[in-house]
């Protein structure tokens, strides 16, 4: 019986054709949390509660960050939404002893809940702090479990989770894709943040696609990675704020 | 002194019917555990697919999202009615069905082979890629009772995910082909 | 769930012990239920979309809805809708969890044992109808039906004006704190006093070089924030011309001000002398390329630029380069925010900004002022305009004289949202029969003696002439996307069934036997017309095409070039404004604002809206008290202390948040918290902005003033540690520098 | 020649005119116990198991069985009952693992290093050091169970063949820390055991009831031969041979745990040796303690001479100095390459909110050393006892720093984080701490604590000469 080769960060020589990517525009990003909710209602990330919310157990897997800049009367306030960066070279996914997180061949960093032991030293190890644990388990007091998203599973406590990118999104646009034939379009995909951010500050697409809108994006003067100095090669670029494009 | 020895030489022989008792435990354990899993589960209605089979109805035509949905549905009480208003309509399993027809409620059946909450299933990609009912059903055509023939956990996928070919292995290998 | 745990071949024996214990995910069968008679559409496995309207705010954005086995799983904007163009601000996309709220009522109720009581006994609805039918035949003479709306579709209006005149009662009142702190009254006799028209006008914010928003924080809930939203990316980095220009005239730092170019931290009350100012400046010293807006120069005869710069406290050539940038901008926007209504020089500060758009003739142009095109037929053409705070408290009067035999409540819960001194909390008492129409147990169902829970709006019918419009007339439509979960039923089914119960003239006001032939007939005056998108042959295949494509708006945009009809000749002045609270006993200005996501508290109910940490401060789940470093330093207080803040009405207290972005002499509370009731995530939650809202003493009650109030803070000496998602030590920063 | 002294019975009478030095007069006393008398002075306190000692052992069951609650309304409620969150997802549990693991380097160092090096002070306190060892292996390996959020799902950590095709993924570290844990667990019982062989059958042959059944059955058979004999000591010269890479890799893979991750000040090369030598500082102030413990409630006062401790204290200062070394080291590192995060990392350890635990590791751990260079202080049981736990206090400090110090810190201030342990954070450590000693008294009663047949092998060494006027004391080379 041959033996399933597991696609690590290492091993890319496989890799699909396709290499999903996002673009940030911190030019047009308003912080009006729409992605945040977008995100709770796609993945059914649960709700801790206001004890837990204090204690630094909230499960959002987009977060606004709003910085402060000057003091007053000349204060300027910035916002960046930060997500898993889906590190081409990403340190959580060695360090995992059971392989729970690992590179898929379409440069998604993937999570496998049931997989998951809760060591949690992806975790620590992640310098973006953007894996979020389940400390309790989580409950939909009925009849909210009925909105629950059935192709994405519900997970148990203590397991970590983080965006996927909506990788149930993505893999029904690909089935979808395969069985009438026709390739998959750029844009024609999105995460639910992209889909639903009011002010098109988040665009989605394929990187290793030039014509597609976020390689086009990612060539502008503007583009930078958040922690770049680290090597761990996010897929997701950030737009500076405050310049025209043009 | 000797009663020592005794004891010895019966602690020496009792280990190894210990070992054999836990090993009849087990393989107990093991057959209990695969005819719960492959036990047939009762249904409201005992219906009997040999003799729809053997009439020449096709799958497809009690279950016919198979070739475009994730689900292959199950019949809805309009499908049994539609030919059983006329045929056999006087035997008391078809009677029972003209009552939920009447009440308008649908029939809870059973059903027979589930996946986790983990796992993503679709008919469609299985179907277009040429694989046919019985090889994870079972020769359903030929059961008066269905159950499952097979245990379908992960290894049994990906063990005929392995014996794809070579450029489908690694897309049919990655966790998240399964895994939600 | 007993995880089957069997394995193949002869590994069995190593898993053969290990079952493993049932303590994996909660595993949750895709329940399968087969139909009866399968509906066409439905297709097991894969999900069908439902078009309708959002109605988390009166925007009306078009949603389209998930639902697979008949759950709805997933909101997302409509595509095709011109209004949001696919896109949905955080309220909308929570919208399932009003759907499936736990705490939604299930049937209608009657409250035994006495208002207040919270004792709920559920009724058969016909049982529940013939009482109220018969309580209503007893109306007439001396006493009369009162109706209270506030967040109210528009095909339901029509219904309750005709069913009040029917029975011989006033028109309803329209009236709640959304819509005051939106301004939205004053902003439709703006347009009434300048262009003759009740339409709210439509600001090209896509399109404009610069803009300058007073008091507008139209990216967060003023008017239609997706919208706005929308144009506010396309003016950033959308136009080919290079990057829009905004500047914020707010005293506190909003989510909008954040992202404006430049925040101008103005006294509270004098946003509308700056516009002044500005005029005045742009007009003396002929600025702008436009030649002759000498025609309106006698708008600011008396004004006086000095003055001006020493009430706002800004300098006078801060003031001069604002009116040189909005001046020398080739399509520059002005817009008068709902922080104008706030207080009581309201409408001539608007007057003042809308101004500014006329002398630099914005009116019709790209990336100025516009006013919608009216949908071409009769059943969508009347805009509602919310009444003003005077009709409000003609109703209050009403009811404490017992003019009011029966009062009904739809969409507004006025005990939470209404100060105190309002009165309306005690005039209830000698109203004989009240009745909500909420579908939760709000604060104003408890003073309620039936409550008709209407359905959610996933769940019902209905249509919404979009106000303010988008680039075209768009009627957005609403269909249930799932079946009603409990035995509710909608607001326009019971005023159909009392009408036909009670017969005579109401029956032929209301003669539609049930709600869709209703709107089937009030749909079908738009089949006739040319410009719409949807082209039917038949009637049936017009109305069909009407609920999937999610209403009706014109394939191309039309809209009007307003013509100034009212205000032009005479001087403006803006009278400085006026406030509750003597300065010595209450040094700083009391500011509420509208939280992002819990809006007027609506959207207290839902609990993701309540996790989701406002935009600015990172905080959720409680109120809190927004005070300037310096003033913080001053109290003597840091974030998580707790402080009372006492106005001449009443008192509360929050734990503070230092904020930078706010003048050192207002402190800024946000709305949505402090709900008594309204279900478990609402409940006894923060404080009630509104109880420390004060009435001014010379106005007379004809304006709700609700940023009018001046107040005391003072320490308690408690901490509390307030959710935020950032972490105090990080100071705010980016990275460590 | 050497004269050799009688091997039994009768009093030899000591050489009259010379006065021998304290030290020798020590290990002269022990010459004139005869075997039996030695054997009874070992055997006695196992039987003095008196109401003090079952209350010892009826407090520590109480304080074990509450953990053992702790830890099930843990795993029934979830993670969340203990104190960690985002960012600091490790708390106090892997801080007091590496604490175990710390402690267990004190047996290997004591039983293997030195009877390489034979150091003959050693023989008195291999057993009750490689007891320590694994004892605290025991402990430190409950805590990556107690740690992991899905406990239920431990095995997919153990490479057992499934039919699912997944192993356990060799690159992480956590699988490093199970594989070393586990042979230097096994390892160091082994070594344990084989030490213990002859004593047990010495046990046999002078007691009766269960004991004789159980020293019986652990003893094989024992029956002091001359090819057991020879056995035994090439296996024990193996064992000490092969357990000094697995001393140094254990805990240099618990270092790794934090040293792979770019988490600031976690990210260092100095990590493996500062650890390891951290943990030969504290596992061997530990037992020095122990010693000290075990010397007066055993009345073992005969075996466990000043000497002895005198030699420990010394060994334990020049650990203390190489901790302070490597410390300093990769201190200095990272304080003068000024970078930002690291600066804000110790600016807040040294004078922010962690300054306090940070200036009680540095005291507890340097000054000990001072104290330890003094001979009398080095002597003064109550005194070594109290260096030795202050020692320890400060190294559990230290471990708690590096775990969840530097994770309240990172690149992204917006994401800082504080740690307050709970209840049940405190109880599951407890719990571990009353089970080690529970374990150590429990094994101080069962086994004979002072291997008998070193001393004996070591006393056939020493013997008295007459070189001119003096008397020197000397030793053969036995092995």
Not at chain 3, 56 to 78: F, L, M, S, T
Not at chain 3, 311 to 330: H, N
Request: overall charge neutral; aromatic content about 10%.
């Amino acid at each position: 019986m041959e033996k399933a080769v597991k696609p690590s960060a290492k091993t890319q020589k496989n890799a699909s054709e396709r290499r999903w990517g996002m673009v940030i525009d911190l030019d047009r990003c308003t912080g009006c949390q729409a992605c945040v909710v977008a995100c709770h209602a796609e993945n059914n990330v649960p709700v801790v509660g206001e004890r837990e919310a204090a204690s630094g157990r909230t499960m959002h897997w987009i977060r606004i960050e709003r910085y402060w800049e000057g003091e007053y009367p000349n204060v300027k306030a910035r916002f960046m939404p930060v997500l898993c960066q889906q590190c081409t070279q990403a340190p959580c996914e060695p360090v995992c002893p059971v392989f729970a997180t690992y590179h898929t061949a379409e440069g998604l960093n993937a999570q496998i809940y049931n997989r998951c032991i809760g060591t949690r030293f992806c975790g620590s190890a992640c310098p973006y702090k953007v894996r979020v644990f389940n400390w309790f388990r989580p409950e939909f007091p009925e009849p909210l479990g009925e909105q629950l998203n059935p192709d994405v599973s519900e997970r148990s406590r203590g397991i970590i989770e983080k965006c996927s990118f909506c990788i149930q999104r993505l893999r029904r646009a690909e089935l979808d894709a395969s069985a009438s034939g026709n390739p998959l379009a750029d844009g024609a995909v999105q995460p639910a943040c992209v889909q639903s951010c009011p002010s098109s500050a988040l665009i989605f697409g394929d990187m290793n696609d030039p014509e597609s809108h976020v390689s086009r994006l990612a060539l502008s003067h503007r583009a930078f990675r958040l922690l770049d100095f680290l090597g761990t090669d996010p897929a997701v670029i950030y737009l500076k704020g405050g310049e025209t494009n043009v | 002194m000797s009663s020592t020895g005794v004891r010895r030489i019966s602690l020496g022989r009792a280990i190894p019917l210990i070992l054999v008792g836990v090993a009849v435990l087990v393989t107990a354990a093991i057959l209990l555990n695969r005819r719960v899993a492959q036990a047939a589960p009762d249904q409201p209605i005992a219906f009997n697919h040999r003799t729809h089979a053997d009439a020449g109805i096709q799958c497809l035509f009690c279950h016919p999202n198979a070739m475009r949905s994730d689900v292959a549905g199950i019949p809805s009480v309009q499908r049994c009615v539609g030919c059983h208003q006329t045929i056999a309509s006087s035997s008391a399993r078809i009677k029972t069905v003209l009552s939920y027809w009447e009440r308008s409620e649908p029939i809870p059946w059973a059903p027979v082979t589930q996946m986790a909450d983990f796992v993503f299933f679709s008919h469609q990609p299985h179907l277009s890629a040429g694989v046919n009912c019985e090889t994870c059903h079972g020769v359903v055509g030929k059961m008066s009772v269905v159950r499952p023939v097979v245990t379908m956990d992960m290894g049994w996928c990906l063990d005929c995910h392995l014996k794809q070919p070579e450029p489908k292995v690694a897309r049919l290998t990655d966790c998240l082909a399964c895994h939600k | 769930m007993t995880h089957t745990v069997s394995r193949r071949s002869f590994l069995k024996i190593a898993a053969g012990t290990g079952v493993a214990a049932g303590l994996n995910p909660t595993v949750r069968r895709v329940a399968l239920e087969p139909f009866v008679r399968p509906p066409e559409e439905e297709l097991p496995g894969k999900a069908t979309w439902y078009a309708s309207t959002c109605r988390q705010c009166p925007a009306g954005c078009g949603i389209i809805v998930r639902v697979i086995n008949g759950r709805a799983r997933k909101i997302e904007g409509n595509p095709g809708h011109p209004l949001n163009r696919g896109k949905l601000c955080a309220r909308g996309q929570a919208g399932l969890q009003v759907l499936y709220n736990p705490d939604r009522l299930q049937n209608a109720v009657r409250q035994t044992g006495g208002r207040g009581s919270r004792h709920f006994e559920p009724l058969q609805w016909d049982e529940v109808l013939d009482q109220l039918a018969s309580s209503l035949r007893g109306v007439g003479g001396g006493s009369e039906v009162a109706f209270l709306g506030g967040l109210m579709p528009t095909h339901l209006y029509p219904l309750v004006t005709r069913f009040l005149e029917a029975l011989g009662s006033p028109a309803p009142v329209l009236f709640d704190l959304h819509s005051a702190m939106e301004g939205r009254t004053q902003s439709h006799d703006l347009t009434q006093r300048w262009f003759g028209s009740m339409e709210l006008p439509i600001y090209d914010i896509g399109h404009a070089e610069v803009i300058f928003s007073f008091g507008a924080n139209f990216l967060e809930t003023w008017l239609s924030p997706v919208s706005q939203s929308y144009d506010y990316g396309t003016m950033r980095q959308g136009q080919s011309g290079g990057r829009g220009f905004l500047v914020q005239f707010e005293p506190r730092l909003s989510g909008t001000g954040a992202s404006a170019d430049q925040w101008v931290p103005v006294q509270p009350g004098t946003q509308g002398l700056i516009a002044l100012g500005l005029g005045r400046i742009i007009v003396e010293e002929n600025l702008g390329r436009v030649g002759s807006h000498r025609e309106h120069a006698q708008l600011y005869r008396d004004v006086n630029v000095g003055a001006v710069a020493d009430a706002s406290g800004l300098p006078v050539e801060r003031l001069q380069k604002l009116a040189r940038i909005f001046a020398d901008a080739d399509r520059s926007v002005a817009l008068p925010g709902g922080g104008l209504s706030s207080h009581t020089n309201a409408s001539q500060s608007m007057d003042a900004v809308m101004a500014l758009n006329v002398i630099m003739r914005r009116l019709g142009r790209v990336g100025g002022v516009f006013l919608p095109q009216q949908v071409p037929a009769d059943a969508f053409s009347a805009p509602i305009s919310p009444s003003p705070f005077r009709d409000l408290g003609k109703l209050v009067q009403n009811m404490r004289s017992g003019r009011v035999g029966v009062l009904m409540i739809y969409g507004a819960n006025p005990v939470y949202e209404l100060p105190r001194w309002s009165g309306f909390i005690d005039a209830l008492t000698n109203v004989p029969l009240v009745v909500s129409f909420c579908p939760f147990i709000d604060e104003t169902a408890v003073q309620a003696d039936y409550v008709l829970p209407d359905h959610t709006y996933l769940e019902g019918w209905g249509y919404q002439v979009c106000s303010p419009g988008a680039d075209r007339p768009v009627v957005s439509s609403q269909q249930p996307a799932v079946r009603p979960l409990y035995d509710t039923r909608s607001t326009a089914e019971v005023l159909l069934s009392l009408a036909s119960r009670l017969g005579g003239a109401l029956a032929q006001a209301l003669p539609w036997p049930d709600e869709p032939t209703y709107l089937e007939e009030a749909s079908a005056q738009l089949f006739g017309s040319s410009i719409g998108v949807i082209d039917a042959r038949t009637e049936a295949g017009f109305w069909s095409q009407w609920r999937q494509v999610g209403g009706w708006w014109s394939a191309k945009p039309i809209m009007q070039e307003p013509e100034l009809a009212g205000l032009t000749e005479g001087p403006l002045q803006v009278p400085s404004a006026s406030f509750a609270g003597k300065p010595d006993q209450f040094p700083y200005y009391l500011m509420p604002y509208e939280s992002i996501a819990l809006s007027d508290g609506r959207g207290a109910s839902q609990p993701w809206l309540q996790e989701t940490p406002d935009p600015m401060t990172t905080a959720s789940w409680n109120t809190w008290v927004e005070l300037n470093p310096e003033t913080a330093a001053h109290l003597g207080v840091t974030d998580n202390d707790i402080v009372r803040v006492v106005s001449p009405q009443g008192a509360l207290e929050a734990p503070v948040v230092v904020y930078p972005g706010i003048r050192p002499d207002v402190i800024a509370i946000p709305t949505g918290q402090g709900h008594q009731d309204y279900g478990r995530f609402a409940a006894a939650r923060g404080a009630n902005v509104m109880d420390l809202i004060s009435p001014v003493p010379e106005q007379e009650v004809s304006l709700l003033a609700w940023g009018a109030t001046r107040v005391r803070v003072e320490a308690v000496h408690k901490v509390m540690t307030l959710a935020r998602l950032e972490s105090l030590d990080g100071e705010g920063r980016e990275t460590v520098r | 020649m050497s004269d050799q002294p009688e091997p039994s019975g009768g009093k030899p009478t000591p050489p009259e005119s010379l006065e021998p030095s304290e030290q020798v007069r020590g290990r002269l006393l022990l010459d004139q116990r005869t075997d039996r008398e030695i054997d009874e002075a070992v055997l006695r306190p196992m039987f003095e198991t008196g109401p003090r000692f079952w209350i010892l052992v009826g407090i520590l069951g109480a304080i074990v069985a509450w953990g053992i609650y702790a830890w099930i309304y843990q795993i029934y409620w979830g993670m969340g009952v203990a104190g960690i969150n985002r960012p600091v997802y490790w708390g106090l549990y892997i801080a007091t693992f590496v604490f175990w693991v710390g402690i267990s380097h004190a047996g290997t160092m004591i039983s293997a290093v030195l009877r390489l090096l034979k150091a003959d002070w050693r023989r008195p306190i291999t057993r009750g050091a490689e007891a320590m060892t694994s004892f605290a292996l025991m402990m430190a390996g409950l805590y990556p169970l107690i740690h992991l959020g899905r406990v239920w799902k431990f095995y997919w950590m153990i490479p057992y063949p499934n039919n699912r095709f997944m192993w356990p993924n060799f690159q992480s570290p956590l699988m490093w820390d199970m594989v070393a844990i586990f042979t230097y667990l096994i390892g160091s019982t082994l070594y344990l055991y084989l030490a213990l062989i002859p004593d047990m059958a010495m046990a046999r042959d002078h007691t009766d009831g269960w004991r004789y059944k159980l020293y019986r059955g652990m003893a094989l058979g024992w029956r002091g031969t001359q090819g057991e004999w020879h056995k035994l000591h090439r296996a024990l010269s193996i064992f000490s041979v092969v357990i000094i890479p697995v001393f140094l890799s254990v805990h240099s893979i618990v270092s790794w745990d934090f040293a792979v991750t770019i988490q600031p000040r976690w990210h260092s090369t100095i990590f493996a040796p500062y650890f390891v030598i951290g943990a030969v500082y504290s596992g061997l102030a530990a037992l020095a303690a122990i010693l000290v413990i075990v010397r007066r409630t055993m009345r073992l006062q005969e075996f466990l001479r000043s000497e002895h401790f005198d030699a420990l204290g010394k060994l334990v200062m020049v650990a203390g100095m190489g901790w302070i070394y490597f410390w300093f080291s990769g201190f200095i590192v990272e304080w003068y390459g000024n970078d930002p995060v690291i600066r804000e990392l110790i600016h807040e350890e040294i004078s922010g909110g962690l300054a306090p635990f940070f200036w009680l590791q540095m005291t507890a751990n340097v000054l000990p050393v001072l104290f330890l260079a003094f001979r009398r202080i080095r002597t003064n049981p109550a005194f070594l006892l109290a260096l030795a736990l202050l020692i320890n206090v400060g190294m559990y400090t230290e471990r708690a720093l590096i775990v969840f110090g530097n994770l309240e810190r990172n690149y992204l201030p917006f994401n800082w984080g504080t740690y307050r342990p709970t209840w049940v954070e405190v109880s599951v450590i407890a719990m571990t701490f009353a089970g080690f000693i529970l374990l150590y008294t429990l094994f101080s009663r069962i086994v004979p604590y002072v291997p008998v047949w070193e001393i004996k092998e070591g006393r056939l060494r020493y013997s008295l000469r007459r070189i001119g006027r003096l008397l020197v004391p000397t030793a053969a080379e036995i092995e």
